[in-house]
């Protein structure tokens, strides 16, 4: 039997308590197919090595090793949220690498979209085995692999994210959510009493922000944007948006533009809005926000985030253009 094909008669998984049940087998599948050995997990925080991580959390408790890699690329707070659900929540056996500097001193002065995209990806590769070779006895990688990447791919996370194997390291795999769509992982991971605000985020690109602090990374322009966002995506989840929006963030370009502030010059960065609508993310439409919230959010923004002194709204549709700017 093919493992990696969804049989014909598995059932979309919709209710708690069908997720209670899949949850069920795969403890004891897991359990079989580990035994006592551990198992090692990149956890991103994203949707679906989150789940995983509860579910192998559930099914072999500290025979788990999460390792988060901060990439420096992060969203606001995004970090601190990883470690405070799995570490002090859940109790996970959690290891939290900040590797900030080294990515974005690897980064300095590279402006080219796929160049930057090479970087963060090799270098999260380098950071992970830095840290499963500091480890004895694992034997097994959990990866949040789920049916769309199979399809897409042949089994391995599609081509640009993060958290590919080093060739060298000879793990067998746990999936245990590799039959899944995505809409089923999420009820899989309410079930197993994750945060509503993981399992139902917005899709993030596996380099983060550093495709979003168009051309070479600044530390002054990557904290602005940052801050932007986290803005953005507060005024969102204030006005009912958050819930209706497919994908919503800031980029911000590398030029500045002459403005005024406190009855000086000011010359700062533009915050550029997307805020798009998808089914597959192959095509997107805009989303219209209204006006009065868009005033909000640029009044916030450029009061509120120093460096910033202008904010656009993208009104572009894909195609023409692509949902990220890099
Ligand atoms: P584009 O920009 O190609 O994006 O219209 C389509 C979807 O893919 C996400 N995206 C990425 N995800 N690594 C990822 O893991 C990447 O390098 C990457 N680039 C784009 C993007 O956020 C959108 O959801």
């Given at each position: ?290 006006y009065d919230?868009l005033h909000k959010?640029t009044n ?27």
């Amino acid at each position: 039997m093919d493992t990696n094909k969804r049989p014909d008669t598995m059932a979309r998984i919709q209710t708690k308590e069908q997720a209670d049940e899949f949850i069920k087998i795969q403890v004891e599948e897991v359990r079989k197919q580990v035994g006592d050995k551990k198992v090692l997990l990149a956890l991103s925080g994203g949707v679906d090595s989150s789940v995983v991580a509860a579910l192998l959390i559930k099914a072999i408790g500290k025979q788990l090793v999460c390792v988060h890699v901060n990439h420096g690329l992060m969203r606001k707070g995004e970090s601190e949220n990883v470690i405070e659900v799995f570490k002090n929540q859940l109790d996970a056996n959690l290891i939290y690498i900040d590797a900030t500097d080294r990515f974005l001193s690897k980064l300095e002065g590279v402006y080219e979209p796929e160049k930057k995209r090479k970087i963060i990806g090799n270098e999260f590769i380098v950071v992970f085995d830095e840290e499963a070779r500091k480890l004895d006895d694992i034997d097994f990688l959990a990866q949040g692999t789920i049916y769309p990447d199979i399809l897409e791919s042949d089994g391995v996370k599609a081509h640009h994210n993060v958290g590919g194997l080093p060739e060298e390291m000879k793990f067998e795999l746990v999936e245990p959510v590799k039959l899944l769509y995505k809409d089923e992982v999420r009820v899989v991971g309410k079930a197993l009493g994750l945060p509503e605000e993981m399992v139902d985020r917005q899709p993030f690109p596996g380099p983060g922000l550093g495709v979003r602090c168009l051309g070479a990374i600044t530390r002054d322009r990557l904290h602005a944007l940052r801050e932007a966002d986290a803005i953005l995506r507060e005024e969102f989840d204030k006005c009912g948006l958050a819930k209706k929006v497919w994908q919503y963030f800031i980029a911000v370009p590398d030029f500045k533009s002459v403005g005024v502030k406190d009855d000086k010059r000011y010359e700062g960065w533009p915050a550029i809005i997307r805020a798009v609508n998808t089914k597959d993310a192959m095509t997107a439409t805009i989303e219209e926000i209204p006006y009065d919230i868009l005033h909000k959010i640029t009044n916030r923004i450029t009061n509120e985030v120093e460096g910033i002194n202008r904010v656009l709204l993208d009104l572009t549709p894909k195609p023409v253009g692509t949902i990220e700017w890099e």
